[in-house]
């Protein structure tokens, strides 16, 4: 469809392993919420998520769209 998918935490992870850090919430979740400022959209699937919910009200607060299923994406 022309996206690359983006996880965050994916993201976060090997950074904070090359930074010599812990990968406690603390430490991934400002780097995996700030992931989504170069984000166009979020697919929000799965289950419950705490991490998942704080970067879907990243989204909605830089009025960005947000989706809840694939056949949902333009």
């Given at each position: 469809?022309?996206?690359?998918?983006v996880v965050g935490v994916n993201n976060a992870l090997p950074l904070i392993d090359v930074a010599?850090?812990?990968s406690s919430d603390s430490?991934?979740?400002p780097l995996s919420v700030a992931l989504t400022?170069?984000?166009d959209c979020c697919l929000r699937v799965g289950?419950?998520?705490k991490g998942a919910?704080?970067?879907v009200e990243r989204f909605?607060?830089?009025d960005k769209a947000v989706y809840y299923a694939i056949d949902q994406l333009p």
């Open positions: 469809m022309g996206y690359i998918p010599g850090g812990d430490n991934m979740m400022e170069r984000c289950g419950l998520s919910d704080q970067e909605k607060a830089k």
